[in-house]
């Protein structure tokens, strides 16, 4: 299994620019998250989802949206990317029945 | 939301020493209580976790002990060695959704 898989690593944009962040998990988990991580801080829920087709918003959920068309995938799209939005960006995924949440390696995005 | 506060935000202590981190929340339906290890430039890694029927957990050197009454919630590590330097977090948890505290930077000295 490559458990929960980030795509890219490392991206530079514009302010205004749009982009999608990738997510992928192979473990057949229902629930995904992602996460952004400013320096010196802890992670901050953006949006969520309890399975395909289902999707919410967690505690930063501004200029971002979401989807859920498959178990699989669980992509990010930044509207119209601002400085502010400069960040990490980590993808999870769990198996509810153990609470354990899987983080991907992350994305490390800054905008200009 | 909830609101998710660490203590302390720094911590050295000597190798061989103990350290322990304690985390307080304020959301009383919170049933899943995780701490979170992060290197630089890694992802959280799950180091330990306890639900809520449980007040104590312990895994090796490191422990985690749950007060639901009092919503707190703390990080023991005995015997600590240079490799348990790292930022550690807290992150309780209702309904699958995790609040991570600011985190506790930890430094070993040899």
């Known amino acids: 299994n490559a458990g929960v898989t980030q795509t890219p690593k490392f991206q530079v944009l514009k302010t205004g620019q749009s982009m999608t962040l990738q997510c992928a998990q192979d473990m057949n988990h229902e629930y995904m998250s992602w996460y952004r991580q400013d320096p010196g801080m802890g992670l901050r829920l953006i949006h969520y989802s309890v399975g395909a087709g289902i999707t919410d918003q967690g505690e930063v959920p501004n200029g971002y949206n979401v989807s859920r068309s498959t178990t699989e995938d669980f992509p990010l799209r930044l509207l119209s990317a601002a400085p502010s939005q400069t960040s990490v960006y980590f993808c999870?995924?769990?198996?509810?029945?153990?609470?354990?949440?899987?983080f991907g390696p992350g994305t490390r995005l800054t905008v200009t | 939301g909830e609101n998710v506060e660490q203590h302390p935000s720094t911590l050295s202590v000597q190798e061989g020493d103990s350290a322990v981190i304690k985390c307080t929340y304020s959301d009383s339906a919170s049933n899943y209580f995780p701490w979170y290890k992060q290197e630089l430039g890694k992802r959280p890694q799950l180091i330990i976790d306890?639900?809520?029927?449980?007040g104590e957990k312990k895994d090796q050197r490191i422990a985690v002990t749950l007060n639901k009454t009092a919503k707190h919630f703390s990080l023991h590590i005995t015997e600590t060695q240079p490799e348990d330097s790292a930022v550690y977090f807290c992150?309780?948890?209702?309904?699958?959704?995790?609040?991570f505290g600011a985190g506790t930077t930890v430094t070993v000295r040899a």
């Open positions: 992150a309780p948890s209702n309904d699958y959704k995790l609040s």
């Open positions: 999870a995924s769990i198996n509810p029945g153990a609470y354990e949440q899987y």
């Open positions: 306890i639900r809520s029927n449980v």
